[in-house]
């Protein structure tokens, strides 16, 4: 079964507004636990496009690289960026 | 006039080797100067602040620099490494100053044109600064601010028609010897199979989705040039099956101390005259090599192609002509559980580009998507290999168990048998045991 | 300053936007007599240090002269070495893995000139802008990191370690007098982005003392699971800190468990480990990648601490010295640092090298170090 794009969409924004109390910052198999029947590569398709729209940006430690709300987090601020 | 005394630094402005030192201050020089008249896009100075924070670093011990995370270019995640200096008011200059990875050509052969484009756009846009190049392979090009990450991209894909490198939880850019280009060791031609597969899978160097870091390194021979299979979570060693192409009359004149033995690799010191015996026949791992009467004969079903012969009697000795290589997986430096070396995943693949390397890839695809599953956050392949086990990786991997893989066989016997490997499986019935044992 | 844009939208960010287009392919970059013989190359020699000469099948013969630079350069010097690629190679040229230039002609005179030109070349200071050699049984250039030049969780420099070894060493650059090819990299922490674990000698940085903790500011700054999953050993845990009278939701360190790797620092810039006094330099040998004669091999410890010194780390480029002339003298013709010091023993090693051999060279990290104690009664006196 492919995911539903839009419905995968808000399952992944949602998911981060829940726990943005705790942390803005997840790793890419963080997400595909969310959908356990898909296969990671339809799961990456879905980020992608919401890297896209500029609602999810990516965070890299340099080593490491997550993902999160654009917007959200924060190191940003602490940057002056 | 310095912006900066840098009395430490200019210590090391002496001595034979290359001064970096001297480098950055004919970089600061050449930017106050500034004769083509360029409208600097970064601080003039950044050059003379880099030094003033180096020279701080040298002389209170310790790292002036900050990294940092959300910058890189849109729909990018990696390529770019955000780093800030703890000094902001002391070296403005440098207050931000990014890193971009440049994806280098494949063995590192370059036009001046190319080089010359590159380094017009980094003193406009940037600090003027690279290292040519990074560990992994890539130009690195040192010091740059968040605005001008976009415009160098765009400079960069539009008008030198190449792209950025990878970081992060990326592929990240394969690096390869210099192989068929100018080296008669080459088994494969190390750069198309590394140029191939570097565009074949752009979206995994672009966009991170595995659990940690993952390169590919590609060696054209065992001799190992970009140290692959120390270095690289998959690394494509060039080898050969069939025998070493032997050139008696050119034995005969390593021999008679006509050619120099290792293409003259040690004519600094007089290691007296050549003695094929001492020299090639003994120091075969295998002892393979015989040399009787004047002849050199090699016992290649013995042979492990180490590569000494060869390489000691280049002139006389070749590779074989049915070529391929071999897949090794998992290298990484030591952190956590320690250093790993590449272990032998396939022992031979024909590196055949008519069908667009696919046995190659499906190997690739069949290991990452096993490490995608299973694999932990911030676990290297490596360390997912030995956290499940080598025949886990080979199953995934759709390779099928070969001796060659294990340098032995195991030392404890474990061995977790399943279900349906064992006769009658595992179901069994007390009461038929108990017909024949009491309780 | 006024912004020159480059076509850029930021409102539009994907209007007209290039993407994963790679590295050009690298046929564009070589010149005609390589593109020509490419996979026709018959054998090749080394005239002299730094000259090596190609033969392929056609006949053609094509002369490299290698040079060593110093990996973090400028564009000035880039340009210059383009100017020489334009005047003597038709624009040409290639760098190495371990960072050196190499410059292809087909006339054997005519690549003797330039190495007389190249070794001529010097920067005002005095040091030589690109010195000729790293060929054959000689040390090579160093591959390294970034050390304090740009990292944030070095400890140490990189390029000026490099330059303080390789000015060192100089001799074994331009000669080829050692018994088999000696690789030297650098990597200023124990993540080694550098990956020097399997290099003749290598020189690390390495940390030791625990991060320091700004609690007031650690959850301003930091995600703390995040500091939390970040660290290797488990050391690092939630907690709560009383200073000045406020509570702060910070993190608390198990000390004896930090390996000093920096991870968390990384994670979370309110751990900062940097330290003068806790910070040097540790030195491993023995390491190689070739698979010639023996296997690949990683690198050992022989030194587990050395101060930073700066600028010129005598105390360390005095051991790296004395290591390589005990090597020198000792290993036969083809025998790797590692395979020599095998060979003869490591307790020998510790003793021809005028090296101490303490317990922090014994190793207790996990399973591997095992492997690494002597499980039989034969050793040497």
Redesign the interface.
């Known amino acids: 079964m492919p995911l539903d794009v839009e419905e995968a969409k808000k399952t992944i924004l949602d998911f981060c507004e829940s726990k943005s109390k705790s942390k803005s910052k997840f790793y890419f198999n963080d997400f595909t636990k969310l959908f356990p029947e898909a296969k990671a590569r339809e799961v990456k398709k879905i980020l992608t496009a919401l890297v896209n729209e500029e609602k999810i940006v990516f965070w890299s430690s340099g080593s490491t690289t997550m993902y999160g709300l654009a917007g959200a987090g924060k190191q940003a601020a602490a940057e002056g960026e | 006039m310095a912006k900066h005394k840098t009395p ?17 201050k ?2 600061a020089e ?1 930017r106050a100067k500034n004769e083509k008249g360029l ?3 970064i601080p003039a100075d950044c ?1 003379e602040d ?1 030094l003033g924070v ?1 020279e701080l ?16 270019v ?5 390529g ?5 200096c703890d000094q902001p008011e002391q070296f403005p200059g440098v207050a ?2 990014h ?1 971009i990875r440049v ?14 484009d ?2 017009d756009l ?3 846009r940037g600090s ?6 990074g ?3 890539d130009i690195v090009l ?2 740059t601010q ?2 001008q990450l ?6 960069l ?2 008008n030198l ?3 950025l490198g990878g ?4 592929l990240r850019t394969p ?1 390869a ?2 192989g ?5 060791y ?1 088994c494969y ?1 190390s ?2 199979l590394c ?1 191939n597969l ?2 074949e899978y ?2 995994e ?9 993952f390169k590919f390194k590609f060696d054209a021979c ?10 690289s979570d998959l690394s494509f ?1 060039g080898t050969w099956r069939d025998n070493i192409r032997v050139d008696q009359e050119a034995v005969a004149a390593y021999v008679g101390g006509e ?2 033995p ?8 007089d ?1 007296g005259k050549f003695d094929i015996v001492k ?1 090639v026949v003994d ?1 075969c ?1 295998s002892k393979a090599i015989s040399y009787e009467d004047g002849k050199l004969a090699i016992n290649d079903k013995e042979c492990v ?4 012969c060869i ?2 009697m ?2 006389a000795l ?1 590779i074989g002509e049915d070529t391929g290589c071999s897949i090794l997986c998992g290298a ?8 790993q ?1 590449g272990s032998l995943l396939v022992p031979f693949i024909e590196v055949n580009k008519d069908d667009d390397y696919q046995a190659i890839k499906d190997v690739v695809e069949g290991v990452w ?1 096993w490490w ?2 299973e694999g932990k ?2 676990e290297r392949i490596g360390e997912t290999m030995k956290r499940l086990g080598f025949a886990a990786l080979a199953k995934a991997a759709g390779v099928p168990i070969d001796a060659r893989q294990v340098q032995e066989p195991r030392h404890n016997p474990y061995i977790f048998w399943k279900a349906e490997e064992v006769e009658g499986g595992w179901e069994r019935s007390i009461d038929d045991f108990r017909k024949r044992h009491q309780r | 300053m006024a912004f020159i844009s480059s076509g850029y939208n930021p409102e539009k960010p994907m209007e007209n936007r290039i993407t994963d287009i790679g590295p050009q392919h690298f046929t564009e970059f070589l010149q005609p007599v390589i593109k020509k013989n490419f996979g026709k190359w018959l054998y090749h020699e080394i005239l002299e240090p730094g000259i090596l000469k190609h033969v392929a099948e056609s006949g053609d013969a094509v002369y490299t002269v290698r040079c060593g630079t110093a990996r973090l350069m400028t564009v000035s010097h880039i340009r210059e070495i383009c100017d020489i690629a334009d005047e003597w190679c038709d624009g040409y040229l290639r760098f190495t893995t371990r960072n050196n230039i190499e410059f292809m002609l087909e006339d054997e005179g005519k690549a003797k000139d330039l190495k007389k030109f190249l070794n001529s070349q010097k920067f005002p200071a005095g040091s030589l802008k690109f010195p000729v050699g790293g060929t054959g049984a000689g040390v090579t250039n160093i591959v390294h990191t970034q050390g304090w030049v740009h990292c944030h969780t070095p400890a140490t420099d990189a390029s000026g370690t490099v330059k303080a070894t390789m000015d060192a060493v100089f001799d074994q650059f331009t000669d080829m007098k050692l018994p088999a090819p000696v690789r030297i990299s650098m990597a200023c922490c124990l993540n080694m982005c550098g990956a020097v674990h399997c290099s003749d000698i290598a020189i690390l940085g390495i940390h030791r003392k625990p991060p320091i903790i700004d609690h007031k500011y650690l959850d301003n700054l930091c995600e703390i699971p995040l500091a939390v999953a970040a660290c290797p050993t488990g050391a690092v845990r939630p907690s709560k800190v009383e200073v000045d009278g406020e509570t702060y939701k910070t993190v608390a360190i198990k000390e004896e468990r930090c390996m000093f790797c920096g991870n968390c620092y990384t994670m979370c810039p309110s751990l900062p480990l940097a330290d003068k006094e806790g910070d040097g330099i540790a030195l491993m040998v023995g390491g190689k990648v070739s698979n010639r004669m023996s296997k690949p091999a990683f690198s050992k410890v022989v030194v587990p601490f050395i101060p930073n010194n700066p600028p010129r780390w005598p105390e360390m480029t005095d051991v790296i010295t004395r290591i390589l002339n005990a090597y020198s003298e000792g290993a036969n013709k083809y025998e790797r640092l590692g395979d020599w010091a095998t060979r003869i023993g490591w307790e020998r090693f510790f003793e021809v090298c005028d090296l101490e051999f303490t317990e922090h060279l014994i190793d207790d990290f996990r399973d591997p170090a095992y492997y690494t104690w002597r499980q039989t009664t034969q050793f040497k006196w």
Request: aromatic share 10%.
């Open positions: 430490l630094l200019d210590q090391l402005e002496s001595g034979p080797w290359p001064s970096f030192v001297s480098d950055i004919q970089e050449s409208d600097y896009q050059p880099l180096l670093s040298f002389s209170d011990g310790e790292t002036h620099w900050k990294h940092g995370g959300i910058v890189g849109f729909g990018y995640g990696g770019v490494i955000g780093r800030y931000h100053f890193t994806a280098q050509p494949a063995g590192k052969f370059y036009t001046t044109k190319f080089l010359r590159i380094c980094w003193e406009l003027g600064l690279t290292n040519m190049h560990a992994t392979g040192l010091g968040t605005p976009e415009e160098i991209f765009f400079e894909t539009h028609n190449n792209d970081s992060g939880s990326n690096a010897c210099m068929k280009s100018r080296c008669e080459a031609d750069q198309e140029y570097t565009q752009q979206d160097l672009h966009r991170p989705a595995f659990p940690y870091k065992p001799n190992g040039c970009v140290a692959a299979i120390a270095r060693l050619i120099a290792n293409a003259g690799a040690h004519a600094g010191r290691w020299e120091l791992p192609r180490c590569m000494h390489n000691t280049p002139r070749r990484k430096a030591p952190i956590l559980d320690g250093p070396m998507d995608m599953e956050n911030r």
